[in-house]
């Protein structure tokens, strides 16, 4: 069980990456989803900018070592999800750009969601 519990993580960890990343697309046709969106991206932009580890992280090897698992390796998400979500050479300079595209794409998207409400 614990296993599966470890891979359902990672695959809302990716998830939840992609919606940080193009929700606002999801929100161009769904307003009220800013409301949930925005955090998000406040969130993963803060993760990037600060160094930091989301807590799905811990929680997802936590569940590995229960399970008595080594490191990552042998199935379908560990091998094509887990290197983009944790990818090998990830640095410092690397999360600052990751965040701030995070920001770049959602305040483009948002302007568009913006210019759209103001043209109704």
Do not use: K
Request: glycine letters at 10%; charged letters at 10%; aromatic letters at 14%.
């Amino acid at each position: 069980m614990y296993p599966l519990l470890a891979d359902a993580i990672v695959v809302f960890h990716f998830l939840f990456i992609v919606f940080v990343v193009a929700g606002g697309l999801l929100v161009l046709r769904r307003p009220c989803l800013a409301w949930i969106h925005l955090p998000a991206v406040a969130w993963g932009a803060g993760i990037e900018f600060a160094g930091g580890i989301c807590p799905l992280t811990p929680l997802e090897n936590y569940l590995r070592r229960l399970a008595g698992e080594s490191t990552y390796s042998g199935d379908f998400v560990v091998q094509y999800l887990l290197p983009v979500i944790y990818p090998e050479n990830l640095t410092v300079t690397t999360q600052y750009i990751l965040g701030g595209l995070v920001i770049v794409i959602n305040l483009i998207v948002y302007g568009l969601v913006i210019r759209r409400r103001y043209r109704r």
